[in-house]
């Protein structure tokens, strides 16, 4: 009995050592692995907290407080998540810089992609590997080809990133890109993460909730959006999380960055002025996180609000991170948009969209996988 005894006390020293040994690693994960990134120190809580009355608590808030990252109900996993097989890109037929007067979308998955607007290329959440994670190697992997690649891409003149989570901000992402970019837009707090990849903080915008910058002729101004941020799980919504309104004297566009519907869209509408093209989430909603992720008749619904002549969704078809199936976003947005009369154009991964022709693409291009 005594044998037993004492063999039971060393398995239970051994789970308590296994225990101790994995609440380390993961505290010096989080806190020293490069990717994660450094947080705002307390100063610049501080000064958070001096600019806008959604800072308190140390984090930021969004407009409707009551907000909850997740409620009640779960969805059924579909077993349609990925496709049978890998989405094959098109690759990009974008010169290295468009005209004055010309506007130019192409997808890269997910949610990144490439406005050129006028004469200057603006580059979205670029998440270019194979995985959404924050290690490069392992974690949520790509389901969808990549058209493009640190090296092929051409010179980039503004880089938004819309909020700090693994989908939307890829270290190794930009530390390839760094060099050939320009000027990055971030919401508060995401210029601290850049600063510690080592960007330069002489490059960096960082701005609050409808702030706006003019950078060669084009104004941007972050927009609100419904969400939450942290790569930290334990230190969340330190930074802000946004969208992106730009206008040159041509033409106007909008991305919505992730987020639940409500009323900011026509807020957007009314402040701003109607947008030539909306880039907007649809994809890896749920019923449990309705407050943060649009579901996709919500997505046209946001796009009537903001007035937008043209549709464009992303945020879908490259990586899994909901239950639903991966053309569900798809199929459900085309629906709800020509029930409701919203223009809307689905361009395959890696096209580029000429909005001069955008009613052209219109292909369901996902039936055929």
């Given at each position: ?12 020293l ?14 010096l ?10 947080l705002?120190?307390?100063d ?6 001096s ?25 059924s ?5 990925t496709?049978?097989?890998?989405i ?24 990144s ?48 990133i ?12 930009i ?11 971030v919401p508060?707090g995401v210029?601290?993460i850049?600063k ?38 334990l ?8 969208g ?7 033409h ?10 409500y009323d900011?869209?026509g ?15 649809d994809?890896q ?34 990586f ?11 199929i459900r ?13 689905t361009?395959r ?7 001069e022709d ?12």
């Open positions: 009995m005594k044998g037993y005894v004492k063999m039971f006390g060393k398995i239970v051994a789970l308590f050592i296994l225990v101790v040994l994995i609440v380390i690693l993961a505290f994960f989080l806190n020293f692995y490069p990717s994660v990134g450094k705002p120190n307390k610049d809580a501080a000064r958070y907290a600019m806008t009355s959604l800072y308190y608590d140390n984090q930021f808030h969004n407009e409707n407080n009551y907000i909850s990252v997740m409620t009640d109900g779960q969805d996993k579909s077993d349609r998540r496709p049978e097989t890998m094959k890109a098109e690759k990009p037929t974008y010169e290295e810089h468009a005209d004055a007067g010309e506007l130019t979308f192409t997808w890269f998955g997910h949610s992609s490439m406005v050129q607007l006028g004469d200057k290329n603006i580059l979205i959440d670029p998440v270019l590997g194979k995985y959404s994670s924050p290690v490069s190697f392992v974690g949520v992997k790509r389901f969808s080809e990549c058209p493009v690649t640190v090296d092929t891409l051409p010179p980039i003149d503004v880089l938004f819309s909020h700090d989570h693994y989908d939307h901000l890829d270290y190794g992402t530390k390839g890109i760094d060099e050939k970019t320009e000027h990055y837009i508060l210029d601290v850049l510690s990849y080592g960007v330069s903080a002489d490059k960096i915008t960082a701005l609050n909730w409808w702030e706006n910058t003019d950078i060669d002729g084009i104004t941007y101004t972050l927009t609100p959006s419904q969400h939450f941020t942290g790569r930290n799980p230190k969340g919504n330190r930074t802000l999380w946004g992106l309104f730009m206008k040159d004297d041509s106007t566009v909008y991305y919505t960055g992730d987020g639940g519907y900011v869209f807020r957007v509408y009314e402040n701003l002025g109607a947008a030539d093209l909306m880039i907007a989430e994809g909603y749920a019923n449990a996180w309705a407050s943060i992720h649009m579901m996709p008749e919500e997505t046209v619904q946001a796009a009537i609000d903001a007035n937008a002549k043209w549709l464009i969704p992303v945020h879908w078809g490259t899994v991170l909901s239950n639903h199936s991966w053309d569900d976003p798809a947005v085309t629906n709800a948009a020509q029930e409701k009369g919203q223009n809307i154009a361009p991964i890696g096209q580029t969209v000429d909005y955008i009613s052209t693409y219109t292909e369901h291009w996902w039936e055929s996988y």
